[in-house]
């Protein structure tokens, strides 16, 4: 029944497809989130982890030594951290600092290593409290948790809860779609005002994701996305604006559907610091083909990059429609044994380049999904992931490109910014250094793999090509 289900919603990700393709898509995103030196961020790193979800202290089961093995073998400059509702308000009204000073910790491993986090409020399937056991779902505290004593029965495919009268409840309630509990969704904000006030300030924290795959419960599309979901990311903005007028706050679509390619019905919200709109667009990608197993070869490879050319313009037209708001590809990832798997890892990766979309795989957790083993075996996907990029642009980037052994890209300098430009270099592919046209080097990191250039004194567009050093 459920791959019915899912293959006709495939059918109509590939009709899109197919009628996306009849219609222009928007140009390629040209906003990216900037760090306060002002330079464009090209984001790329993981989701760290799932692991957060069930674990009584709310954090990762991840250590500093794993941050610097993910910095040593991949260059990542960026991780979309899980948070949770029910660790930062774990009683109504009342925040936990000895929580926030956990993630402040964490968050302090990645300002030590040069890089930008975002702080992502993760749900999944409204709450851990929507069972007994405690095993299924994670995000709301039970207090907020009202599934009105409908059942929650048991099931083998963790997704098949959303479709549970008691998860349904509970989601209704939580949107006020049973007009019984306005106060949940001020609680949510007034959560992220707490999380906001502990983070003002900090330069390495750039973004906050407001919701992790927003679901409507009753109310599905455009109705849901349009409606509740736009107000409550409105009431959250605002809330946190009160006390963090600087930090970027990231919009999501309901994951049902659009993470299968079909367009989504978010609105633009009013973001209420002075000056630019800091308002990003955070979709996820995971193709239906892929969920059910078909991987990248084939048939199921041809419905995948149908799915993919949906999705691109459907996301250009959202990000364009709330704003012109850059994008960070929030989530993709897969079981890497799959076959074609690494070569739909590298089209991802293409399409998000040129849609100018940070990255943050998912996740940065041991197993066929992610870089090591359960043992800490390199697994495939650290070679895969290994590229060279531009890390931070002292300019307006236009283009970009690169290969295990290549990296070309252009950009208008903005000459009032006085740090310099930061590429990665891998060391399986750029032993001895690089050899660079277009800029000049200012400094070379073999132990950081960073690469620090200045642009040539213009107002042109440049065009930087680095090639490993002989
Ligand atoms: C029916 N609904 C509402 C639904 C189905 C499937 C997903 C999903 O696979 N999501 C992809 C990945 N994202 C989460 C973490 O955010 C992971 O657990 C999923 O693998 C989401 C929602």
Redesign the pocket.
């Known amino acids: 029944m459920r791959v019915l289900a899912l293959a006709a919603v495939g059918a109509l990700v590939l009709a899109g497809g197919i009628g996306a393709a009849l219609r222009a898509d928007p140009a390629p995103s040209t906003a990216y989130l900037t760090d306060d030196a002002g330079r464009a961020l090209i984001l790329n790193g993981f989701n760290t982890a799932?692991s957060a979800k069930s674990t009584p202290d709310g954090m990762p089961t991840f250590t500093e030594a794993d941050l610097d093995r993910e910095h040593a073998d991949m260059g990542t400059n960026f991780v979309r951290f899980l948070i949770s509702w029910r660790s930062v308000e774990p009683e109504p009204g009342v925040y936990s600092q000895e929580y926030l000073d956990r993630v402040a910790e964490r968050v302090g491993w990645y300002a030590d290593r040069g890089y930008s986090v975002m702080l992502d409020m993760?749900q999944?399937l409204y709450s851990s409290a929507i069972t007994p056991s405690g095993q299924n779902g994670n995000g709301a505290p039970a207090w907020a948790t009202y599934l009105d004593d409908l059942p929650v029965g048991d099931n083998d495919m963790?997704?098949m809860y959303?479709?549970e009268p008691g998860v349904i409840r509970a989601f209704d309630n939580f949107w006020n779609t049973t007009g019984k509990h306005p106060e949940l969704t001020d609680h949510y904000a007034n959560a992220w005002r707490a999380v906001a006030e502990r983070f003002a300030g900090n330069p390495a924290v750039v973004a906050y994701d407001l919701m992790?795959?927003p679901?409507g419960g009753t109310l599905q599309g455009p109705v849901f996305e349009a409606g509740p979901l736009t107000a409550l990311y409105q009431k959250t903005s605002d809330a946190i604006r009160e006390v963090d007028r600087d930090t970027w706050v990231c919009v999501a679509p309901?994951?049902?559907g659009t993470?299968w390619g079909t367009p989504s019905g978010l609105r633009p919200i009013d973001d209420a610091r002075d000056g630019e709109q800091r308002v990003a667009y955070c979709p996820?990608i995971?193709p239906l083909p892929m969920?059910l197993g078909g991987g990248y070869t084939g048939n199921s490879r041809t419905q995948v990059d149908a799915t993919i050319d949906a999705w691109r313009g459907n996301v250009l037209r959202t990000a364009k429609d709330l704003g012109t708001a850059p994008i960070i590809l929030g989530?993709f990832?897969l079981d890497t044994t799959l076959h074609g798997a690494l070569d739909y890892v590298d089209r991802i990766y293409d399409t998000a380049r040129d849609m100018g979309a940070g990255v943050s795989y998912?996740a940065r957790d041991p197993g066929p999904w992610g870089p090591y083993e359960e043992d800490g075996t390199e697994r495939n996907l650290v070679a895969a992931l290994d590229e060279p990029y531009p890390r931070a642009i002292a300019g307006q980037p236009t283009r970009w490109s690169a290969d295990a052994d290549r990296l070309e890209f252009a950009y208008l300098p903005n000459l009032s910014i006085t740090a310099p430009t930061e590429v990665y270099l891998p060391a399986r592919t750029f032993p001895n250094g690089a050899d660079v046209d277009g800029a000049h080097v200012a400094n070379w990191n073999p132990d950081a793999r960073i690469l620090t250039l200045r642009a040539p004194a213009t107002r042109q567009e440049v065009t930087v090509s680095v090639t490993p050093r002989g």
């Open positions: 799932s993760h999944d963790w997704e959303y479709l992790n795959e679901y309901q994951a049902m993470n996820h995971y969920d989530e990832g998912w």
